[in-house]
DNA sequence: GGTAAGATTGTCT
DNA sequence: GACAATCTTACCG
């Protein structure tokens, strides 16, 4: 799984410059979607906080090619992601995030993908040892 | 109401 | 590595 943080004050962020109408979601209680679109691709965010989101970039497929998961577009569309499920709970919602697990192998970050803000900031992370995450992969500390 | 830009991806060089 | 695809949102008038 590969993830990037979206914070209060990250100039990266759709919230950034406070709520509107394609925002909402990120405004509203924490576990719900928020789902955007970019260039007729959905991205997939989990509010964790008010103002704040993480955005599922890729994930290392159950079943299925290595791959098919890969990039916030890949996810989104493989799981059926779209405007849809803006606003909905994670944990009810027509797509679910099931159940936590609890990381055996070490959590790396690197910097950000595809945003022109912000781009040092660390905010990418992966697990150690899964091979599907985008490039360029981000490294220990 | 018009226009510029984008948390991407696929294709071409 | 660069760029086009293609359309919704944001922002300005």
Redesign the pocket.
Known sequence: MET?A?LVGDP????F?GP????AA?FGPAGRW?V??????H?A?VVTRRGE?V?L?AATPREGPLGSL??????ARAFGID?RLDGSSIRTGAVRIVAGVRPTERILSGP?????RATERPLRFCLAGVADV?APRPRPR
Do not use: D, K
Not at 12 to 15: E, K, T
Not at 70 to 75: A, D, I, K, T, Y
């Open positions: 990037e979206y990266a962020s759709h919230a410059r509107t109408e394609r925002n990120m928020y955007f679109r970019i260039h007729q691709v991205c965010n989101a955005l970039r890969r990039g916030p577009g890949r996810l405007r950000r993908v595809g945003i022109s985008s």
